[in-house]
């Protein structure tokens, strides 16, 4: 489906005022699900000592951190002030920016790492442009997402619970945050790189799954804007919904679940 200008600029201010929202329990929470995929990621884009890195969506800095645990000379960017504090917070160098207009020369970087974000771009293709204009001919490109709902249960499960309340969806139109979990999209995207490879990462978080509900509900945009139309009441009922529904499925005793997570890594390389 496609959309207007007016639709996606609607739906990029959007985004950028939602994670200023949920930057703090974002990096309170999801740090745990999000971590199981960084060394792919980072392997990926031929990350080592001396890399100059771009960690563009760098969110509360995971990726960052680990780059230079490698020895990576690495600058995060984020459309988020609020993000951008937690990540100078924790030590790295990061910098409020838009993916579409980083504020580098060109060939700046030797790769480029963009963990979870390319669902929350209104305009994707113009970022990965951004992103080749920012690297070195035969500069590496690595991205995750996340993968399809049924393939991804760790937050995947939250989709029927929060739907059988029947609130109204209120995020802007917008490109399909589905979209790149599709191989096809993917090479799609990275038309005229070299060396694109796609694969699906698997891992599992351990996690206590009513804790959990109120993590994601508050950490995540999308979802936490349909729960806060819920009262009380009705989002408790989902939270016990959620709870049974996991534990059913996932439960390792103890009260706890183990929750399947998958994410879709692509990489190519920067034609020289």
């Known amino acids: 489906m496609s959309h207007s200008d007016v639709e996606l600029d609607a739906f990029g201010e959007w985004e950028r005022a939602a994670w200023e929202q949920h930057a703090a329990p974002y990096a309170a929470s999801i740090g745990d699900l999000t971590r ?11 990350v080592a000592s001396g890399t100059r890195v771009l960690d563009v969506g760098t969110g509360p800095g995971y990726v960052a951190l680990a780059a230079a645990a490698r020895g990576a000379a690495v600058t995060g960017f984020d459309q988020s002030a609020a993000m951008v504090e937690i990540a100078q917070a924790a030590g790295v160098a990061a910098v409020a920016a838009s993916a579409t207009a980083l504020p580098v020369p060109d060939g700046a970087s030797d790769a480029v790492v963009a963990g979870y974000l390319l669902n929350h771009l209104a305009r994707p293709e ?97 979802t936490g804007a349909v729960l806060a139309q819920a009262g009380a009441e009705q989002r408790a009922q989902a939270r016990e919904r959620y709870v049974e529904v996991a534990r059913a499925s996932y439960g390792v005793g103890g009260g706890r679940v183990e929750l399947p997570a998958a994410a879709v890594l692509s990489a190519a390389t920067r034609a020289r």
């Open 36 to 46: 199981g995929s960084v060394p792919a990621l980072l392997d990926a884009a031929r």
């Open 126 to 222: 113009a970022a990965v442009a951004e992103f080749a204009r920012a690297l070195v001919p035969g500069g590496r490109l690595a991205m995750t997402v996340w993968d399809t709902p049924e393939a991804n249960p760790a937050l995947g499960l939250f989709g029927p619970v929060v739907q059988a309340l029947g609130l109204r969806d209120v995020v802007p139109p917008g490109p399909d945050s589905q979209r790149f979990a599709d191989e096809a999209q993917v090479r799609a995207l990275l038309d005229g790189w070299q060396d694109v490879a796609v694969e699906h990462l698997r891992w599992t978080v351990e996690v206590e799954p009513g804790a959990w509900f109120d993590a994601v509900a508050d950490a995540t945009p999308r």
